[in-house]
């Protein structure tokens, strides 16, 4: 039996749903700054708000994913949270870059799993769905407004 993936789900829902939670539960008063971009950068996310957007992202996509409704939403969802993640520790915060990789090994090993969702993002020249058109709608006469 596979219990990697149900782990990994729970866990990155465990992680996110705090990380989402901390967000809003410390926006009057955040932690202390880092040294140095990462402390600016910390003090900019949280005075303009936008830790609220991230956060909400993240507390949204943890309780999907503790759920097991809707997986392969909060994982593009934490795609780009993680991503973001990934990028700030290895250019302004390196000495905790073992955290983002953990997490997002739990991603990979969750998004395995579900690659067959995201497979129709990755067509090169997708075609959108046309909607039939009914046969009662199409049998009406045009009707012009006056």
């Given at each position: 039996m596979n219990i990697a993936a149900p782990t990994a789900r729970v866990l990155l829902g465990l992680i996110f749903l705090a990380a989402g939670l901390s967000g809003f539960l410390l926006i009057?008063?955040?932690p202390p700054a880092p040294p140095g971009?990462?402390?600016a950068f910390?003090?900019?996310f949280f005075r303009s708000r936008w830790v609220l957007f991230v956060d909400g992202v993240e507390l949204i996509a943890g309780a999907l994913l503790l759920a097991n409704r809707y997986v392969a939403l909060a994982l593009a969802l934490l795609a780009a949270v993680i991503a973001n993640i990934l990028v700030f520790h290895l250019t302004m915060a390196q000495s905790s870059l073992p955290v983002p990789l953990v997490v997002l090994a739990l991603w990979t090993v969750l998004a395995w799993r579900f690659r067959s969702s995201f497979a129709p993002l990755l067509v090169a020249q997708a075609q959108p769905v046309r909607?039939?058109?009914s046969n009662a709608r199409a049998k009406q006469p045009l009707r012009v407004a006056a």
């Open positions: 009057s008063n955040p971009l990462a402390g910390q003090d900019v909607a039939p058109i």
